[in-house]
C-alpha cells in the first residue's frame, strides 16, 4: 500500500498546514504560501545553534490545480536535474543554482518539493569541500522554526544538513537535523502503512 | 508508544517470564543470558548492543530489492529467531527509555510478521530504525515538557548535553537506513526521475482538466 505525494486526487486546497511535535514545537505558527515563496531569504541562525533542537513543524503538500505556468516551471527543474546528472563540481552546482533562480508560479506547493531537492542536491556537491556553505545552503530551508514539507525531501535534505553540519564541527545542529528526519521518515512511514 | 510495553512496577522474575512466554508464543527460544541481562538491567546504555541493532537493521534496510540476489539471501538469512531478538531488544529500549522520560519514537503497531512479505518486513524496518534512533536520542534530547505528540502541540527542548561522535555516528546510520527502507517501502522514484514523474503527473492532470473544460 503505497501513497504518492504527488499523484493524489486532492485538488483545491494548495496548503494543508499540520503541525507535528518531534521532542517539540516552538509557538506553533503555521506556514503560510508566502512564507514558502520566501524560503530562501529567510534568515536563520540555526547554523549558530548551541543546543540540539529537534522540533519539527510540517505540512503537506497537496496536489495543486495545474496550470500551463506550473507546468514549465516543474518541467524546467525537471531538465535542470537532468543537466545537472551529467555534470561535477562547479559546473554542476552552477547548473543547479539556476534552477533555484526559477521563478516560482503562485500557487505552486509542489515547487517546495523540487526546491529542497535543488538545494539538497547543491549541498551535497558542496559537502566535500565547502561544508560550510552546504550548511548555509540548506540550514534556512530547514529551520525548526519553520514548517516544512511532509515528504521524502525533506528527510533527505536534514540527512544533508546533518552531514555538513558534522562536517563543520555543529554537532548541535547535526543531532537535531538527524533527529528531524528520523521523526519525519516515522510519519511518512505511518502514511504509507 | 503505543506497542505493548512492560509495566514500568514489574518485578523482574515475572517481566522475564511474561518475555519467555510471549518468545515462547512467537516459537521462539528464550531470552539467551545478554538479552535477559540486558532486559533486567538498571537501564544503563549497553552500547555494544546497541551497536550490533542499529547495524542489523541497516542491514536489513541496505538489502537490494532483488530479493533472490546472494546479497539479499545474505541479508535474510537471520533466523526469525534473531529478527525477534533483535525487535526485543528495540522495544525493551524503548520502553526502559519511557520509563526514564518521554521518548518522542514511534513504534510498529504490531510486531513483524516473521516469514510474510518484504514489504512487511521494510515497513518493520523503517519503524524499527525510527525507534532505535529515537531511543538513542534520550540521552541527547530531552524535553523538559510532558508527553505532547499530538498535533497542534507546543514543547521545548532542552538538551541534556552535547551528542557525542558516536551518537551522531548512530543517528547519521539511523537515519541513512531508514531513508533507504523508506524509499524500498514507497516505491516511488527518486532524485531527478522523481521530478520527471512528477511533471509527467502534473502534464497528465493538466490534459485531463482541459479535457473536461
Known amino acids: 500500500m503505497t501513497r504518492s505525494f504527488f499523484t493524489g486526487e486532492r485538488l483545491l486546497v494548495p496548503l494543508v498546514s499540520v503541525l507535528v511535535v518531534v521532542t517539540g514545537c516552538d509557538d506553533g505558527s503555521a506556514s503560510s504560501d508566502a512564507e514558502v515563496r520566501n524560503a530562501d531569504a529567510h534568515a536563520s541562525s540555526v547554523g549558530s545553534a548551541v543546543k540540539p533542537d529537534g522540533t519539527l513543524k510540517t505540512h503537506e503538500i497537496v496536489p495543486s490545480t495545474p496550470t500551463a505556468e506550473g507546468l514549465a516551471y516543474i518541467e524546467a527543474v525537471a531538465d535542470v536535474l537532468r543537466s545537472a546528472d551529467g555534470q561535477d563540481g562547479e559546473a554542476r552546482i552552477a547548473t543547479l543554482r539556476r534552477g533555484m533562480a526559477l521563478q516560482v508560479p503562485a500557487d505552486l506547493p509542489e515547487a517546495e518539493i523540487l526546491r529542497l531537492q535543488l538545494a539538497t542536491r547543491i549541498a551535497e556537491a558542496q559537502l566535500q569541500a565547502d561544508p560550510t556553505a552546504a550548511r548555509d545552503q540548506l540550514a534556512p530551508m530547514l529551520d525548526p522554526k519553520r514548517s516544512i514539507p511532509l515528504d521524502r525531501a525533506s528527510a533527505q535534505a536534514l540527512i544533508v544538513l546533518g552531514d555538513a553540519a558534522t562536517r563543520t564541527g555543529d554537532d548541535a545542529l547535526a543531532a537535531g537535523a538527524y533527529a528531524r528526519s528520523i521523526r519525519m521518515m516515522s510519519i511518512l512511514r505511518e502514511e504509507l502503512e | ?213
Open chain 2, 1 to 213: 508508544m503505543s506497542s505493548s510495553s512492560p509495566d514500568s512496577a514489574e518485578n523482574p522474575e515475572a517481566m522475564q517470564k511474561r518475555i519467555a512466554d510471549e518468545l515462547a508464543a512467537l516459537g521462539e527460544e528464550p531470552l539467551g543470558p545478554d538479552e535477559v541481562a540486558f532486559a533486567m538491567g538498571g537501564g544503563g546504555l549497553r552500547s555494544d548492543l546497541d551497536v550490533s541493532t542499529v547495524e542489523t537493521l541497516a542491514r536489513w534496510a541496505e538489502t537490494p530489492e532483488d530479493s533472490d540476489s546472494p546479497d539479499a539471501e545474505a541479508a535474510f538469512e537471520l533466523s526469525e529467531l534473531a529478527r525477534a531478538r533483535v525487535w526485543r531488544t528495540v522495544e525493551l529500549r524503548a520502553s526502559r527509555a519511557e520509563g526514564e522520560g518521554e521518548a518522542e519514537v514511534q513504534a510498529p503497531s504490531a510486531q513483524p510478521e516473521t516469514g510474510s512479505g518484504r514489504g512487511v518486513l521494510l515497513g518493520f524496518v523503517v519503524a524499527a530504525v525510527a525507534v532505535a534512533a529515537g531511543v538513542l536520542l534520550v540521552p541527547v534530547l530531552t524535553p523538559d515538557a510532558g508527553p505532547s505528540s499530538t498535533p497542534d502541540s507546543v514543547a521545548e527542548v532542552t538538551p541534556s548535553g552535547g551528542p557525542s561522535a558516536e551518537e551522531l555516528e548512530m543517528l547519521s546510520l539511523s537515519a541513512r537506513s531508514g531513508l533507504d527502507a523508506l524509499d524500498r517501502l514507497s516505491g516511488e522514484p527518486t532524485g531527478t526521475a522523481r521530478a520527471e514523474a512528477m511533471a509527467q503527473d502534473y502534464a497528465d492532470r493538466l490534459a485531463s482538466q482541459r479535457g473536461r473544460g
